[in-house]
């Protein structure tokens, strides 16, 4: 069973460890409710556009991540993948600055003419 589903204090599980039917929905039903909250705190309003709008996301999320929101649930922490995560970081880093260098000296001397 993966960690997120069903996990919170009194779910009822059966045989198999897996959570019964009625903790599913609830923890789906917990997860449409602050879905729609959160939608509706950016929001900040209550016209009927809106709170359709917000309803529709809230279930369609719900129903996309049924097992659980974390995409890292099952990701445990090992020395070749803190290698890769400095590396990663590392070169996003360098590819963030060189983006801006190069944003700035468009917007410092104008569009260059395309090279081919």
């Known amino acids: 069973m993966r960690p997120g589903l069903g996990d919170s204090p009194g779910c009822v599980k059966n045989k198999n460890m897996e959570p019964k039917p009625a903790a599913t929905m609830r923890s789906s039903l917990e997860l449409i409710s602050v879905l729609f909250a959160f939608w509706l705190i950016l929001n900040g309003s209550l ?14 999320i719900a ?10 649930a099952d990701a445990r922490l090992t020395p070749a993948g803190a290698v890769a ?4 970081f ?21 569009t260059p003419e395309p090279v081919f």
Do not use: C, P, Q, W
């Open 47 to 60: 016209a009927v556009d809106v709170l359709a709008v917000g309803a529709l996301v809230a279930v369609a």
């Open 63 to 72: 129903l996309l991540f049924r097992n659980g929101l974390s995409f890292l």
């Open 85 to 88: 995560t400095v590396m990663y």
């Open 90 to 110: 590392g070169h996003f880093l360098k590819e963030l600055v060189r983006a801006n260098f190069k944003l700035s000296v468009i917007k410092t001397f104008g």
